[in-house]
């Protein structure tokens, strides 16, 4: 599976940007697909996912504001991000895995594969 990210962008804080992560290969629909961010100087942190099912899980700190969802018949998956906020700016990652369980979910090494990142910047 290879997977790219885009949408990413300069905004400023409280305004809006959705992000895509689209997925080549047949099985896509099977997959989970995580976003993941990473801001200067810190490590990978888990943003959110979604499973072949369409359960979703989000982070505490973005838990309202952003919203993921998945168009299998594009082989795409959304990360709406709303109310951005200065501390939301990072590198932010797509991440699939067809294997992942429940216990990996918010865990880097759960996903095999890997976007290559679409920078979000939001300005006070």
């Known amino acids: ?7 990413g962008g300069l905004v400023q804080a ?6 895509a992560c689209t997925a080549s290969g047949s099985t896509f629909s099977r997959y989970t697909v995580g976003w993941f961010r990473r801001a200067p100087g810190k490590e ?9 099912s369409s359960t ?3 982070a505490d700190s973005v838990k309202g504001r952003f919203t993921i ?3 299998n018949a594009k082989n795409t998956v959304y990360l709406q991000m709303n109310s951005l906020k200065p501390e939301d700016t990072a590198v932010y990652y797509c991440a699939a895995s067809g294997t992942l369980v429940l ?4 865990r880097k090494d759960g ?14």
């Not at 409280?14 to 992000?19: Q, T």
């Not at 990978?44 to 072949?52: C, P």
């Open 69 to 71: 969802s998945r168009d």
């Open 44 to 52: 990978h942190e888990f943003v959110s996912s979604i499973r072949y």
């Open 111 to 124: 996903y095999n594969y890997w976007g290559q990142g679409t920078l979000v910047t939001v300005s006070s």
């Open 14 to 19: 409280g305004d809006s940007l959705r992000l």
């Open 1 to 7: 599976v290879q997977l790219q990210a885009s949408g």
């Open 56 to 58: 979703t899980y989000y």
């Open 103 to 106: 216990s990996e979910i918010r």
